[in-house]
């Protein structure tokens, strides 16, 4: 499975970015998918999760309210709307995809990652 992440930029704080995530492979629909994100001298964090079948869906609590994940596994495609953007959700995005393992919010169960797209949140 490779991963192509865009759709990052730089945006006023209470702006909106839509990131994108396609998949190459052909097994997209059976891998749960992920977004993390990472800002410069911290760990890599859980943004939100769609399960497999986009019967579940999860959130970071900083985030819950202002991002919305979707998929299309006809097109192999997985989404994160973000809103309200603020300062701190300054960072650069990482999407994953994991084999179902109800591991969501853990990177080490995330077995494919896509290459990152920067977003910077200005005052």
């Known amino acids: 499975v490779q991963l192509q992440a865009s759709g990052g930029g730089l945006v006023q704080a209470g702006g909106s970015l839509r990131l994108s995530c396609t998949s190459s492979?052909?097994?997209?629909?059976?891998?749960?998918m992920g977004w993390f994100r990472q800002a410069p001298g911290k760990e890599r964090e859980f943004v939100a999760a769609?399960?497999?079948?986009?019967?579940?869906?999860y959130y970071a609590d900083s985030v819950k309210g202002r991002f919305t994940i979707s998929r299309d596994n006809d097109k192999n495609t997985v989404d994160l709307q973000m809103n309200s953007l603020k300062l701190e959700d300054t960072a650069v995005y990482f999407c994953?995809?994991?084999?179902?393992?109800?591991?969501?919010?853990?990177?080490?169960?995330?077995?494919?990652w896509g290459q990152g797209t920067q977003v910077t949140v200005s005052s």
């Open positions: 769609v399960r497999w079948l986009g019967s579940k869906i």
């Open positions: 994953a995809a994991s084999p179902p393992s109800g591991l969501y919010s853990t990177p080490s169960a995330y077995h494919y």
């Open positions: 492979g052909r097994t997209f629909a059976s891998y749960d």
